[in-house]
């Protein structure tokens, strides 16, 4: 009695696990630029839970450096010794350069190789990836106005015409915003996309029973323990 009461328990979690599992996780990305402060928000929630929650802020300053023509004869001449030096100097570093360039072509050759061989695996791989991902909102908004209104007319009317493409799909909205009476860049966007990873599990799963990923990753092993053992 108590071995089926276990068995129950065990068989009810395993389905809740691969409920959660086919769920998947969803990520959230909201971006905001105003007045040279950038807003951002990353969140990470399954089932609705955020397990997984980042916000912050950082300033951009705009500064412009105004240029000044102060050298002097003897400075000229220090520079010009200084730059021989360089040139002599860097002609060394570059002969360095390429044979340490030449011995890490030899040691990643092998990897390259069965890169080469699992080249459509992986392009399968990346397409199945695609299809565990589904993207559920993007949604972008620029204000911008510049000093030029032409130009403002013309990136406007530029990003007009991709949102008249991109907005034909419902989680899909882009827009802009001109403004012809300030100098402003500012944007807002939000990006939220689904992961089914039991999907993901699965194709990985499925990648893995391929010959040539096999070899692969062997190949990643054996350099890995190369470099340990040097």
Known sequence: MNFNLFL????ALIIIFLIILYNGIKL???VEKEKGIVKYEFK??????AIFTRKGTKE???????????????????????????????????????KGLKEKYEEIKPILKELKKSKEELKGFLKDILKAIDLKKLEGKL??????????????????SIGAI?????????????????????????IELKINILLLLIYSLVLLTKKNIRELIKELYRQKKSKDNA
Do not use: M
């Open 8 to 11: 129950i328990i065990l068989i």
């Open 28 to 30: 959230l990305l909201t």
């Open 44 to 49: 990470v929630t399954i089932l609705k839970i």
């Open 60 to 98: 951009i300053i705009d500064s412009i450096r105004s240029k000044k023509d102060e050298d002097s004869e003897e400075n000229e001449e220090e520079s010009k010794s200084e730059e021989n030096e360089e040139k002599s100097e860097s002609e060394g570093e570059e002969d360095e350069d390429k």
């Open 143 to 160: 204000i911008i106005g510049l000093s030029d209104h032409t130009t403002t007319v013309k990136i406007a009317s530029w990003i007009w």
């Open 166 to 190: 991109v907005n034909s799909s419902k989680p899909k909205q882009l827009s802009v915003e001109p403004r012809f009476n300030e100098v402003i860049t500012d944007f807002e966007g939000k």
